[in-house]
């Protein structure tokens, strides 16, 4: 072994994809140091506890962790039930965390501020590959540096939501008030008292602004006077409706066609082509300015929950040679199978180092900061990342390249809103001879319009499926 081959390799973030990367590297007998800003493993999970996951356990556990839980009596949890994040945490990461080959690396508390090359700088050429990494991290007894061999950067984007502006930054006002939440807060639970009867304003077209908009909708069958605006940046509510029947993960599916019943039955208030401009208080309630399709809109309401997905943080990393798409903020490789511009269905094909290189050798993103700014992302896909990058660390090249990982279907990408799903990607295929690229486009041309959009998208391109939530 060189000497470099001696030192751990450092995780940064304790959630499923980062102990997940612990866990292979035991299994190839190399220590993993283990540095995790919160003050649990999970804390990010536990930041959503209270939301259901799409993704029943079977989907949740990584091979090489569960192997290390079965060899410490771990109590399986049923394969098929849907956990919340709570209990993926509380079930799984919590007794992952105990076992002892775990925790002899883990630091809780350590918020990693800075990683480097050891003696070099980032414009320093010579010899840079062989030279160890130095991992800076804070924690209660001040500022600590750590000598690693290299470095799997799986802090996830859960810190670094996107603001409501339209062009990506904080409207008017909006840092400065406390009635804007982010993420998926506990309306119908913790935090109930601060929107039952009140005015809300969800703003987001993903899943997670669906759980929002669904958890507000309880409250208003307690309290009537719960009012829901849900405002969407594009044209019209066809893309945030899910997989439907034909989703591969049941309960997202069942989610899109609950929001589906929802806006036709007038409990929610659609806003589209919503793009907010500034927004201050007035007699206690939140008073927006914004444009709806163009046109000005001035909106007054209690409270405000922006869901407009998160984006990754490489400040600490700016000492590292590093590469992101522009547009997506992933590694060049995988940006272009997972670029929302691109592609609406189907699934992201499985895969792993080749796709997560970066200039700085032993160095790797992996996990949903991979993705950079694309929206969703599931926890199996992290862990096939992590299994082929540990064993590109290990030196088992050929296993690092091998793929082993089956993703489920994601269903259709969009909807006619009038008509139910009933097959494969957009409603399944178009029924021969029809000139469609599918059912969806199939009736859509048939009650005389131009066709549902997918005909102009590439076949086949990927949609994630999301973690967590």
Same mark, same amino acid.
């Given at each position: 072994?060189?000497?470099?081959?001696?030192?751990?390799?450092?995780?940064?973030?304790?959630?499923?994809?980062?102990?997940?990367?612990?866990?292979?590297?035991?299994?190839?007998?190399?220590?993993?140091?283990?540095?995790?800003?919160?003050?649990?493993?999970?804390?990010?999970?536990?930041?959503?506890?209270?939301?259901?996951?799409?993704?029943?356990?079977?989907?949740?556990?990584?091979?090489?962790?569960?192997?290390?839980?079965?060899?410490?009596?771990?109590?399986?949890?049923?394969?098929?039930?849907?956990?919340?994040?709570?209990?993926?945490?509380?079930?799984?990461?919590?007794?992952?965390?105990?076992?002892?080959?775990?925790?002899?690396?883990?630091?809780?508390?350590?918020?990693?501020?800075?990683?480097?090359?050891?003696?070099?700088?980032?414009?320093?050429?010579?010899?840079?590959?062989?030279?160890?990494?130095?991992?800076?991290?804070?924690?209660?007894?001040?500022?600590?540096?750590?000598?690693?061999?290299?470095?799997?950067?799986?802090?996830?984007?859960?810190?670094?939501?996107?603001?409501?502006?339209?062009?990506?930054?904080?409207?008017?006002?909006?840092?400065?008030?406390? &009635?804007?939440?982010?993420?998926?807060?506990? $309306?119908?639970?913790?935090? @109930?008292? !601060? *929107?039952?009867?009140? +005015?809300? /304003?969800?703003?987001?077209?993903?899943?997670?602004?669906?759980?929002?908009?669904?958890?507000?909708?309880?409250?208003?069958?307690?309290?009537?006077?719960?009012?829901?605006?849900?405002?969407?940046?594009?044209?019209?509510?066809?893309?945030?409706?899910?997989?439907?029947?034909?989703?591969?993960?049941?309960?997202?599916?069942?989610?899109?066609?609950?929001?589906?019943?929802?806006?036709?039955?007038?409990?929610?208030?659609?806003?589209?082509?919503?793009?907010?401009?500034?927004?201050?208080?007035?007699?206690?309630?939140?008073?927006?300015?914004?444009?709806?399709?163009?046109?000005?809109? &001035?909106?007054?309401?209690?409270?405000?929950? $922006?869901?407009?997905?998160? @984006?990754? !943080? *490489?400040?600490?990393? +700016?000492? /590292?040679?590093?590469?992101?798409?522009?547009?997506?903020?992933?590694?060049?490789?995988?940006?272009?199978?997972?670029?929302?511009?691109?592609?609406?269905?189907?699934?992201?094909?499985?895969?792993?180092?080749?796709?997560?290189?970066?200039?700085?050798?032993?160095?790797?993103?992996?996990?949903?900061?991979?993705?950079?700014?694309?929206?969703?992302?599931?926890?199996?896909?992290?862990?096939?990342?992590?299994?082929?990058?540990?064993?590109?660390?290990?030196?088992?090249?050929?296993?690092?390249?091998?793929?082993?990982?089956?993703?489920?279907?994601?269903?259709?990408?969009?909807?006619?809103?009038?008509?139910?799903?009933?097959?494969?990607?957009?409603?399944?295929?178009?029924?021969?001879?029809?000139?469609?690229?599918?059912?969806?486009?199939?009736?859509?041309?048939?009650?005389?319009?131009?066709?549902?959009?997918?005909?102009?998208?590439?076949?086949?391109?990927?949609?994630?499926?999301?973690?967590?939530?």
């Amino acid at each position: 072994m060189t000497s470099n081959e001696r030192l751990p390799v450092a995780v940064i973030g304790a959630g499923p994809v980062g102990l997940a990367a612990a866990a292979r590297l035991i299994e190839r007998g190399i220590e993993p140091l283990i540095l995790e800003r919160g003050t649990s493993v999970g804390a990010s999970l536990l930041e959503w506890g209270h939301v259901r996951v799409f993704s029943p356990w079977k989907y949740n556990i990584d091979d090489a962790a569960r192997k290390l839980l079965d060899a410490n009596g771990w109590a399986v949890p049923l394969p098929h039930h849907l956990p919340t994040g709570r209990e993926i945490v509380e079930d799984y990461l919590l007794p992952l965390s105990h076992v002892p080959a775990i925790a002899r690396g883990l630091r809780l508390g350590a918020s990693v501020t800075a990683v480097a090359r050891s003696g070099v700088d980032k414009v320093s050429s010579i010899g840079r590959d062989q030279r160890p990494f130095v991992v800076r991290y804070s924690n209660g007894d001040g500022e600590q540096d750590v000598v690693v061999r290299a470095v799997v950067d799986a802090s996830g984007t859960w810190g670094q939501p996107n603001p409501m502006g339209a062009n990506g930054l904080p409207v008017r006002g909006e840092r400065s008030s406390d &009635r804007v939440s982010y993420g998926i807060p506990d $309306v119908a639970g913790r935090r @109930r008292a !601060d *929107f039952i009867g009140k +005015r809300t /304003l969800v703003v987001g077209s993903g899943h997670s602004a669906i759980n929002v908009a669904l958890a507000l909708m309880e409250l208003q069958e307690s309290d009537p006077r719960t009012e829901i605006f849900w405002a969407l940046r594009h044209h019209g509510v066809e893309r945030l409706l899910g997989g439907g029947l034909n989703d591969q993960l049941p309960e997202r599916g069942a989610l899109g066609l609950a929001a589906k019943r929802a806006i036709v039955d007038g409990h929610l208030k659609m806003l589209t082509s919503f793009a907010a401009q500034g927004l201050t208080i007035e007699d206690g309630r939140v008073s927006i300015e914004a444009q709806t399709g163009g046109k000005p809109l &001035r909106l007054d309401v209690d409270q405000i929950v $922006v869901v407009t997905g998160f @984006r990754p !943080d *490489f400040t600490f990393l +700016r000492e /590292l040679r590093i590469e992101v798409n522009p547009a997506v903020e992933a590694p060049p490789a995988l940006a272009p199978l997972i670029d929302p511009n691109l592609h609406s269905c189907g699934t992201v094909p499985p895969h792993g180092v080749e796709e997560l290189f970066h200039p700085e050798k032993d160095f790797f993103i992996v996990g949903s900061k991979s993705y950079g700014r694309a929206p969703t992302f599931l926890m199996k896909t992290g862990y096939e990342q992590v299994r082929s990058v540990v064993a590109e660390i290990a030196g088992d090249h050929a296993s690092a390249r091998r793929v082993e990982l089956v993703l489920p279907e994601t269903g259709v990408c969009r909807v006619d809103v009038g008509s139910a799903p009933s097959g494969g990607c957009c409603g399944g295929p178009a029924p021969a001879p029809v000139d469609a690229c599918c059912a969806a486009d199939a009736v859509a041309k048939s009650a005389g319009k131009s066709g549902c959009g997918c005909g102009d998208l590439p076949t086949g391109g990927p949609e994630r499926v999301s973690e967590g939530f």
